[in-house]
């Protein structure tokens, strides 16, 4: 194997015989140039992605893979795969995808989510968390009489996480003797939330609650005043979400506008 010295000499000869190539391209496979300049923009979003600046190390990596692609891009067509139904039709998707995706992005560009849009959507959030946080366990069963035989067992002395560890269907909580943690009444569903806050810690349902998921057996075992997750900590959700809600309107005034036929 040459030594480091060797290969930057050879570059060197290669690059004073054949500099104006060089200048633009960092190589040719079987006479197709790989240009400097996608290396070089490849390069850059890795790095970004990465979060740490453009190395030579990240440059030869992305050079090296844009190699291997072009081999076997190559061989692909020597093969005849680039005329295949199948190749033709992803061929033709990625390049809708990634024109779809160049606009949606120089929108987002031309219309940024606002700090005022971010802010007030935090205040929404904060408005729906409410002022109290429940600490709270269930007991979730298909039917009825299930649940009205669970707190028939309750009301003799039964342990409350002992039966939902044997009874409850909410594989997410069953294990832990139904226990949900603590959260805001407007993270459960309606039925839920209303039968959770009518109770007193120590207090569990004396009816069971229907919800589209089954019956539930409800029990509160405490309450605090709810602490709601600070602006900055929402943020980046909250732009994610007002970026997605103006995509969505900008690809429905598109759709409004195209000529559509079935």
């Known amino acids: 194997m040459p030594t480091l010295p060797r ?12 500099a104006p190539v060089w200048a633009q391209n960092v190589a040719t496979v079987n006479g197709k140039p790989i240009p400097q300049s996608l290396v070089d923009s490849i390069a850059s979003n890795v790095a970004k992605q990465q979060g740490q600046p453009v190395t030579p190390q990240i440059k030869d990596a992305v050079k090296n893979r844009l190699i291997d692609l072009e081999i076997l891009s190559q061989e692909a067509a020597r093969q005849g795969l680039d005329k295949t139904p199948q190749v033709e039709d992803e061929i033709v998707v ?3 995808n990634i024109l779809a995706n160049a606009t949606l992005a120089a929108y987002l560009k031309k ?12 205040d929404e959030f904060v408005k729906s968390f409410g002022t109290t946080e429940y600490k709270a366990q269930h007991i979730l069963v298909p039917s009825e009489k299930e649940a009205q035989d669970i707190i028939a067992q309750l009301k003799k002395g039964a342990k409350f ?16 003797g139904g226990d949900l943690g ?3 009444p407007a993270n459960y569903v309606a039925p839920f939330a209303k039968a959770l806050e ?3 810690p120590g207090e569990y349902t004396q009816t069971p609650v229907q919800s589209q998921f089954g019956w539930h057996v409800i029990k509160l075992d405490a309450t605090r005043p709810a602490k709601p997750p600070t602006l900055d900590q929402l943020k980046p959700q909250i732009q994610a979400e007002l970026q997605r809600e103006e995509i969505t309107k900008y690809q429905n005034e598109l759709r409004a506008k195209a000529k559509i036929t079935e």
């Open 7 to 18: 290969i930057l000499a050879a570059a060197l000869v290669t690059c004073a015989c054949t």
């Open 161 to 176: 996480s002992e039966l939902a560890k044997k009874y409850s269907k909410d594989t997410g909580s069953a294990a832990n």
């Open 94 to 96: 990625n390049r809708l």
């Open 198 to 200: 009518a109770l007193k």
């Open 111 to 122: 219309h940024p989510v606002t700090e005022a849009q971010i802010k007030a959507k935090y």
């Open 182 to 184: 603590w959260s805001s």
